[in-house]
């Protein structure tokens, strides 16, 4: 008897992770999957490794490759909405090869199978809001992702919104209201996009690094993070925070606040069913993770009644969140 599997593959820089999705609607691995990339050696190499991964986890998990009807592929951008990579490139994609690369029908070839793309903000998002509404839905959700960037995605009436260029959903370039936030009066942040304010400006490894704790140490040059390098320093503040380091809770106060002031905005926009929220800041003890959603609720401007009780959800298994979105993403080919 065949199964029709569909298999959800993302590609980072560095690491691919696989997993497998049944007709029951089931993940068959559990937890992250990974083989090398070797992305900086350029498509030919990294498609290799790709098909070769794929082989692997296929075995982990007791799958035929025969079965697998449909790939889903997930990648940072910028990448066109058909999974062309940007011509002027990408910082996960240094190879000069992958300039202008059509990602997603290269691997359709090499793997021999219908292949589906969307960028790994937006796969992540689609995981996130499945995993509440379930597949069959006409539910709206704005998902936030706290990485070294900010990802994320919107998903109106069931679908992803990829845009006309496949810059649906890049929320971290939006802009807020930041001079409305407690605590960082004076700092202008701005973000490697060329903004100044956007959502990923101040809510990011790279604004901790870049903004949040240069200014906040300039308030306290004793605190023992002035001693170390700032990239280094930047990533011991959650911890800190976690146990309770005034300063570094600051931080985090401040970023969740700011993530208050944009959720407000999309539940102007959109009036969705659900927020949710993912990556670094989340990925923590129970203690902290209620404390910083209910930050975010506190950084909100007033609700109308209507909306004042709009769930905010934390993304479950976020490592293997844009592994399973493009996997869900890959199940319209199968239809
Ligand atoms: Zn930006």
């Keep these: 008897m065949t199964a029709r599997i569909v298999a959800g593959i993302d590609l980072g820089g560095t690491a691919v992770n696989y997993t497998f999705l049944d007709e029951r609607g089931q993940f068959l691995i559990d937890g992250l999957c990974e083989h090398p990339a070797r992305s900086t050696e350029g498509p030919d190499v990294c498609l290799g490794q790709i098909a070769d991964g794929m082989a692997m986890a296929a075995e982990r998990a007791g799958v035929r490759l025969a079965d697998v009807v449909a790939v889903g592929l997930d990648t940072p951008g910028p990448a066109s909405a058909t999974g062309v990579l940007s011509r002027r490139g990408s910082t996960n994609f240094v190879h000069p090869q992958w300039a202008g690369y059509d990602m997603r029908t290269g691997l359709e070839r090499k793997l021999g199978r219908p292949v589906t793309y969307l960028n790994d903000g937006n796969a992540a998002a ?25 990802g994320g995605g919107v998903i109106t009436d069931g679908k992803v919104v990829v845009g006309r260029n496949g810059f649906g959903g890049e929320l971290g370039h ?52 002035a001693k170390q390098e700032i990239a280094a320093a930047a990533k011991l503040v959650r911890g800190l925070a976690e146990q309770g380091d005034p300063l570094c809770r600051e931080i985090f106060r401040v970023q969740a606040h700011a993530l208050g002031l944009f959720f407000d905005e999309m539940i102007n926009v959109f009036d969705p069913d659900a927020l949710i929220v993912g990556g670094g800041a989340v990925e923590t003890g129970p203690e902290f993770r209620r404390w910083f959603l209910d930050e975010i609720r506190i950084g909100m401007p007033t609700q109308r009644d209507e909306q004042a009780g709009i769930p905010l959800h934390v993304m479950p298994n976020g490592d293997t969140a844009g592994a399973r979105g493009a996997a869900l993403d890959a199940v319209r080919v199968v239809r």
């Design 174 to 225: 939006v802009l807020i209201p930041f001079t409305s936030i407690r605590g960082i009066e004076g700092l202008v942040p701005s973000c490697n996009c060329g903004r100044t304010g956007d959502l990923e400006s101040l809510c990011s490894l790279t604004a901790i690094r870049q903004s949040l704790l240069p200014h906040f140490l300039r308030k306290q040059p004793d605190h023992p993070l």
């Design 126 to 150: 689609l995981w996130g809001h499945v995993s509440i509404f379930g597949s069959e839905n006409r539910a709206t959700s704005i998902s936030a992702i706290i990485g070294t960037g900010l």
